[in-house]
């Protein structure tokens, strides 16, 4: 694990969570994307090292629609930024963690992304995520290049 890479704040409105945000941290966001595969739409704000990305659902079935059906509007994951998302699947798996999906997948911010399971770590959602490589040289990340856990 090399740093937390993100807080996950699930919001109700991006729009109206935005201003609040920029107010909060005197900046504006600089960054908004779509994640179709996960049912959201993000929004990122810097903090010196780190950065705030707010999630809004964009489905009824999203992952952040569910959670604020539940829990309300509030933190809903912590991403940890890792050298090899896949070696450290497979370290986590040893140690006994529920990973959520086998592979990883593409995240928001050019990041490839997996999640372990909230009852794996006291209550909270675990993102890990991976730059992605832009050299010629980078692994190429089709499905066919990773072998299940
Ligand atoms: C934008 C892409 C990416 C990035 O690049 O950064 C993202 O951040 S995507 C973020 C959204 N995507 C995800 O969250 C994917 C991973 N999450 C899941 O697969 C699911 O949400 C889940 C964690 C497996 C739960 O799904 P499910 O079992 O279908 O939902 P339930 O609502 O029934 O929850 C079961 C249980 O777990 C509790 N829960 C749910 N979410 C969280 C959470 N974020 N933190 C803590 N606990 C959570 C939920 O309250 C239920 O508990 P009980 O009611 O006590 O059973
Ligand atoms: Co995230």
Redesign the pocket.
């Known amino acids: 694990m090399k740093n937390i890479e993100?807080i996950?704040i699930a919001v109700k409105d991006l729009e109206a969570a935005n201003e609040v945000y920029s107010k909060l941290l005197c900046t504006e966001s600089y960054k908004s994307e779509k994640?179709r595969s996960?049912g959201?739409e993000?929004s990122f704000f810097k903090v010196g090292l780190n950065k705030i990305?707010l999630?809004a659902a964009t489905s009824e079935d999203s992952?952040?629609a569910?959670?604020i059906e539940?829990?309300g509007e509030g933190i809903?994951?912590i991403?940890f930024e890792v050298e090899d998302i896949r070696a450290e699947m497979k370290r986590l798996k040893e140690e006994g963690f529920e990973l959520?999906s086998k592979r990883p997948k593409k995240?928001?911010?050019n990041?490839l992304?997996a999640?372990l399971?909230?009852k794996s770590a006291n209550?909270?959602?675990v993102?890990l995520?991976q730059e992605i490589l832009e050299d010629e040289n980078a692994i190429p990340i089709g499905d066919e290049v990773w072998e299940d856990l």
Request: net charge neutral; hydrophobic share 40%.
């Open positions: 993100h996950g994640v996960e959201v993000t990305e999630l992952p952040i569910k959670f539940k829990r809903h994951h991403a959520i995240g928001a911010d990041k992304v999640f399971h909230p209550g909270v959602l993102e995520c």
